[in-house]
């Protein structure tokens, strides 16, 4: 499961370095966030990766195809047992970034979603973390 992450976040963070950063501005769409990345969690949980893809930048899309998703959502669920619900939501800035964090209960553990967004909302990053 570690190596997973590990490889979520490796690809993510090549693409977010590979898009360049740009200066984002926290509350530009803070709900359009939180719902891009609901859905994201919705599709994860009803096994629709093409759809998980929809509002990926180009670059995350060109790297993180469907089946790496789900594969790394498999693995999670593996780990983690099936997932039951939304704990928490939190937004964060990071290194000019806007980010969405879900906390999911899961049946056996906890996992956190989160999403990381281009100044036009587009997912730069996507990770799930323990």
Known sequence: MKRFILLLSIIALAFTLYAGKSNLHPGNDEESRKKITNEILNNLVSEKYDD???DFHSSLKAGLPAEKIAEVWKSTIDVNGPFEKVLSTTMATVQGFNQVK???????????LEATFTEDDRVIGLY???
């Open 52 to 54: 998980v893809r929809k």
């Open 102 to 112: 879900l906390r999911c209960k899961f049946k056996n553990e906890n996992a956190t």
């Open 128 to 130: 799930i973390k323990p």
